[in-house]
């Protein structure tokens, strides 16, 4: 039986509750996302729910529900409702919003572990792996690499070589023939939510069925010529298996640019942050300066310059970020100051003083 227990409810959550005490609201899970509109899983069945004016005109739109959300709603007649507020997060899996904006983007909530897929087809590449897995030690949530469609696979020893330095796990699935799932489902545990990423047409939604037993998720082969999906997953779901974990199929992501902020690069990298320490100049920026220890390791093969070229990427991509930040920052606090003044004079005008 679902509920909100089975779905993860817990202390921590009750007794945020409790001070809340958001009356004549019940608490329930965002299981799927439309965009639209979501579908919220309460004790008393699943709802189809829009959220109110007041939640919609206060919050920015990271604070918005999103799959895997703990939220208060107001159950209406036919299995409807409203969405009134969005309880404190565990955890999220957050990137930056496509396009110019420097605004941060929450692909799913309360999470505890992201597999990330890539298939051993033309998917595979260690630095996207990098970049999702920088991505989720700034998000602190546990990673587990999937390389699916081994029966793709054109070498792979050469693959699980170029990935030996990982720290995470890795599995190696075939999602039609089932090999390596049991691997995977050591990962799930009642309560739990893992959740999927990576491109399109990798194969989450066939590993999905796979879990679940029955084919639940719609998928569709790739293009021939370069194995590139077509985006058949469209919206964000959350599934409860039976041993009462729950995974979370989504949309293929086309690229990951990265939220985060530069300090968090050292946690990453410790490697090469350390190595910097011995450089000849403390502003040494590792590219052709002399007496530098980063570029030195490189030359000596103890560090891979491939290490070296994603650290400098997520860089300058951070610190792109941070000043595009600031500047929106500024521009926002300028553009209150101007309201407010607009405001006082209107106040003097109303009352003639
Ligand atoms: N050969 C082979 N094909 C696979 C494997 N896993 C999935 N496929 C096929 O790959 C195609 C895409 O799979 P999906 O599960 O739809 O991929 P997805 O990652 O969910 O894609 P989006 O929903 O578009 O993000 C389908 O035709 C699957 O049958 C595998 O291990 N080996
Ligand atoms: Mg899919
Ligand atoms: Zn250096």
Known sequence: MKNIQTLGWNSRLESIWQDINPHPCVPGRV?????????????????????????????????????????????????????????????????????????KQILAANIDIAFLVQSLDDDFSPP?????????????????????????????????????????PVIVTNALTGKGIDELEHFMQPGKTAVFLGSSGVGKSTLINQLLGQDIQKTVTVRDIDSKGRHTTTHRELFLLKNGSMIIDTPGVRELQLWGSEEDLSASFPDIEDLAKSCKFTNCTHNEEPNCAVLAAIEEETLDSARLKAYKKFQSELRFLASKVDVDAQHDRKKAFKNRQKEFNRIIRSKKL
């Open 128 to 168: 996207r792996l990098q970049r999702y897995l920088f991505q989720l030690s700034q998000d602190h949530i546990q990673p587990v690499v999937i390389l699916n469609k081994v029966d793709k696979s054109e070498d792979l020893s050469a693959a699980l070589q170029s990935l030996s330095h990982l720290k995470s």
């Open 31 to 103: 299981i799927a996302d439309y965009g639209s509109g979501y579908k919220v899983s309460t004790d008393e069945g699943d709802v189809s729910a829009h959220i109110s004016g007041r939640l919609d005109h206060l919050s920015e739109s990271e604070e918005l529900p999103k799959v895997g959300d703990w939220v208060a709603v107001q159950p209406l007649e036919e299995c409807k409702a409203v969405i009134h507020s969005v309880l404190p997060r565990a955890s999220a899996i957050s990137r930056k919003e496509a396009g110019n904006k420097p605004r």
